[in-house]
């Protein structure tokens, strides 16, 4: 059985559907692996009708084990191809250096993110459009399920980041509809 980073880096290279354990977090992350780092995994968000739909960046961390073998992994890869989706041909860049720059990243091609802090917070989601970053701490333009934007003065640690996720298509018309109305 192969180790987490052999696994990575055949899921990277060849392009292949991956399956992510993340032990207690949450169920089995699966997609097509884009790139990784020390710190972080940045792969696709495959829906539950097995289409494309966006973009995850991953704490590491969090990361039990690795497989292209699994039948979840094989399941997806079948899924995807019968929609004609053998690998994504294009993706934005994103820096995964650390968290802050995967943010400032993520922010200069999508309008939008959601962010995870599942380790403090099971179960919940921040949606909307970083408004001030420092070093350590960053806060939000919160996004509401109704489309509207809201302010809060709240920040939070990227070091409490564990998942996040743009350019799905929740999150990107819910801006869309928030942008028209304001």
């Known amino acids: ?20 354990d993340r032990g207690t977090l949450d169920r089995e992350r699966a997609g097509h692996l884009l790139a ?15 289409r494309l739909d966006g973009y995850q960046v991953l704490s590491r961390s969090e990361i039990r084990a690795a497989s292209t073998d699994s039948p979840r ?15 994504p041909e ?20 999508h309008s939008v993110v959601v962010i995870e802090r599942e380790r403090l917070h099971p179960g919940e989601c921040e949606l ?14 919160w996004l509401s399920p109704s489309a509207v934007w809201e302010h809060d003065a709240r920040t939070f640690r990227y070091s409490d ?4 996720a743009f350019g799905g298509r929740y999150e990107t018309t819910l801006a869309e509809l928030a942008d028209r109305a304001s």
């Open 73 to 87: 992994s094989q399941l997806l890869r079948a899924a995807l191809a019968l929609h004609g989706v053998l690998k």
């Open 90 to 109: 294009r993706f934005p860049a994103v820096d995964l250096s650390d968290m802050r720059s995967v943010l400032k990243s993520v922010e200069s091609t």
């Open 1 to 20: 059985m192969a180790d987490l980073a052999e696994e990575l880096e055949s899921a990277v290279s060849s392009s292949d559907a991956v399956s992510l």
């Open 128 to 141: 909307g459009r970083l408004k001030l970053t420092s070093d350590d701490r960053y806060s939000l333009r």
């Open 161 to 164: 980041i564990t998942r996040v």
């Open 36 to 50: 990784y780092s020390a710190q972080f995994l940045y792969l696709t968000v495959v829906d539950d009708s097995f």
